[in-house]
């Protein structure tokens, strides 16, 4: 049965970053892409971007470009979506998902709640 | 971006009746690449539909996909008390956007 399981919740000062997990198990990593979305309170689904299990390659939203970075552990099986310089409207449940083709999101993490506060 | 607007923003029925949900897009999205997701309260999203119209192992027939083009309905007839929830359409022919949702709460 596949699973994808998230790092736990993170509070960080605005300007820093924050970094969270996503453990795949029971399939083929390499064979999948996983996906980050996040969900600000109150508000619709946002995707981040996405990274190609096999060879790595990845692609982000415009919005995100340039303050974020998806990358992978092949031999962890885990994937890793890293934020910078936070800012107080980045404070979201982020979830990772596994890719079922074209982006379309098959199975999901539990998700994890990243708080941005001074 | 493609844009997609949800309506109604809630729908109050109740266990037994039909839920008929609305998805419009800003510009026209390939039928095969439109989805449907529920999720509940504390929960991540589970997909429903994708294609526009073919369900996702294990959801039952009583929910539907139909549309084309610009413009997708999610049906559920015959509510049971769990499929109270807030329902999101994406399109993924695209890099992958979603509706604002609609919550389905009981009346």
């Known amino acids: 049965q596949v699973h994808l399981v998230q790092s736990g919740a993170e509070v960080r000062k605005p300007g820093v970053s924050v970094k969270v997990s996503c453990k795949a198990s029971?399939?083929?990593?390499?064979?999948?892409?996983i996906h980050w979305v996040r969900q600000a309170p109150g508000q619709r689904l946002e995707w981040m971007g996405w990274?190609?299990?096999?060879?790595?390659?990845?692609e982000y939203s415009q919005k995100l470009q340039g303050r974020v970075t998806i990358t992978r552990e092949i031999s962890a099986t885990t994937a890793y979506m890293e934020l910078r310089s936070l800012k107080s409207e980045d404070t979201a449940v982020y979830y990772c998902?596994?890719?079922?083709?074209?982006?379309?999101?098959?199975?999901w993490g539990q998700g994890t709640l990243v708080t941005v506060s001074s | 971006e493609i844009v997609l607007t949800q309506s109604p923003g809630t729908l109050s029925l109740s266990p037994g009746e039909r839920a008929t949900f609305s998805c419009r897009a800003s510009?026209?999205?390939?039928?095969?690449?439109l989805a449907w997701y529920q999720q509940k309260p504390g929960q991540a999203p589970r997909l429903l539909i994708y294609?526009?119209?073919t369900r996702a192992t294990g959801v039952p027939d009583r929910f539907s996909g139909s549309g084309s083009g610009t413009d997708f309905t999610l049906t559920i007839i015959r509510l049971e008390p769990e499929d109270f929830a807030v329902y999101y359409c994406?399109?993924?022919?695209?890099?992958?956007?979603f509706g604002q949702g609609t919550k389905l709460e009981i009346k």
């Open positions: 510009q026209t999205v390939s039928s095969t690449y």
């Open positions: 990274i190609n299990g096999g060879n790595g390659k990845t």
């Open positions: 994406q399109q993924y022919d695209t890099s992958p956007t």
């Open positions: 294609g526009a119209s």
């Open positions: 029971g399939y083929t990593f390499t064979d999948y892409a």
């Open positions: 998902a596994r890719d079922q083709g074209r982006n379309l999101l098959g199975v």
